[in-house]
């Protein structure tokens, strides 16, 4: 039977079937749309979702359809979950069923090919009447399903967006915190998957730990570089969504960005490592569209650059680190000794 739910989740993949079932499991009516009519159903009548979730219970408010009038209706929150080179897409095929008070929210990480667009002006270009946020954080879908102790960052200029979303989320496992920089957030859930591509490939060649610690805490001050020439507020990349998602998802197998990352390591191809994944790892792109900003603004961006001529170009990683560390010396953090005047 259709739920009168509150709230909808568009995309049944790993992470819009979580955060769904997050929020069935406390009791709140769900819908989880879908585009396979077959796997929805499958859903309802089984209560899992094989495909991206396998052997995980589903909650039973959670109701899965592949009719997004239905789905979104009775919705006074929509979180969407669809990987960015399909979510203006699916904002198209959605919006004529959305209203304008209905609040809208993109759990998505990644940069659309072309415009360069966050999915946040995404929704600002395509629904800019609605109330819009972001939810971003170390957010290992597979950990939150197992209810491992979780948080995540609500960013939106709206505080009933922030409060809507802060209560929607709030259960025993996991907590919500708050903040107005939409675009600082989003931006570091984003870039952190370049880095994490290079920490698996770095892991998959046996580099140390001094090593590892090394190159998370140089892609922190990249991107942070990066966002600040963006227009982002640094101190958003001290937060859940920049240093703590770039620590969970350079550290964890589970990171799809990390896998691709080792299995360039061991020697598979890009293809094969994306394709033997079988669900999106949206740093890849990402490393492309960034690299092409950065050169296009001139920003420095030594890791991003290198990176892209292993994974694009197929360069030697030790001929390409070695270049890195006999680089000319730096500071150390740049808001502090601006690297010029190092
Ligand atoms: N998984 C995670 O741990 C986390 C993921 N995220 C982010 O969430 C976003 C989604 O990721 P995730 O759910 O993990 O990805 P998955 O690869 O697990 O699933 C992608 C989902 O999007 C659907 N989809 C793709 N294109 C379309 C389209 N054109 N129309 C309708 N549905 C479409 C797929 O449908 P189909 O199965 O039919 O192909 C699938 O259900 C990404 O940006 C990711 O970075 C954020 C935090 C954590
Ligand atoms: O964003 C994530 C964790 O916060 C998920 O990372 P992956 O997309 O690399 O699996």
Sequence with gaps: MANKANVAVLGGGSFGTVIANLIGSKGEAVNLWMRNAERAEAINSTR???RYLPGRKLSDSLYATSDLSLAVADAD?????????????????????????????????????????????????????????????????????????????????DERVRSAVQEILHCAYFRTYASTDMYGVELGGTLKNIYAIASGLSAALGMGENTKSMLMTRSLAEMSRFAVQLGANPMTFLGL??????????????????????????????????????????????????????????????????????????????????????????????????????
Excluded: H
């Design 241 to 342: 969504a920049g240093v703590g998602d770039l620590i969970v998802t350079c550290s964890s197998p589970l990171s799809r960005n990390y896998r691709v990352g080792f299995a360039l390591g061991e020697g598979k191809s890009l293809e094969d490592a994306v394709t033997s994944l079988g669900e999106v790892a949206e740093g890849v792109n990402t490393l492309r569209y960034v690299k092409e900003k950065a050169d296009e603004m001139e920003i420095y961006m030594p890791l991003v650059s290198g990176l892209y001529e292993v994974v694009f170009n197929g360069a030697p990683v030790s001929q390409v680190a070695k270049m890195m560390m006999l680089n000319t010396q730096s500071s150390d953090v740049e808001f502090i000794l601006p690297r010029d005047d190092s």
């Design 77 to 157: 929150i929509i979180f969407v979950s669809i990987p960015s080179q399909s979510f203006r897409e699916v904002i198209r095929q959605a919006k004529r069923f959305i209203r304008p008070e209905q609040i809208v929210v993109s759990t998505t990480k990644g940069i659309e090919a072309n415009t360069f667009s966050l999915m946040s002006q995404i929704l600002m270009d395509e629904l800019p009447e609605n109330p819009i946020g972001v939810i971003s954080g170390p957010n290992l879908a597979k950990e939150i399903v197992q209810q491992q102790l979780t948080a995540t960052v609500i960013a939106s200029e």
């Design 48 to 50: 899992e979702n094989s």
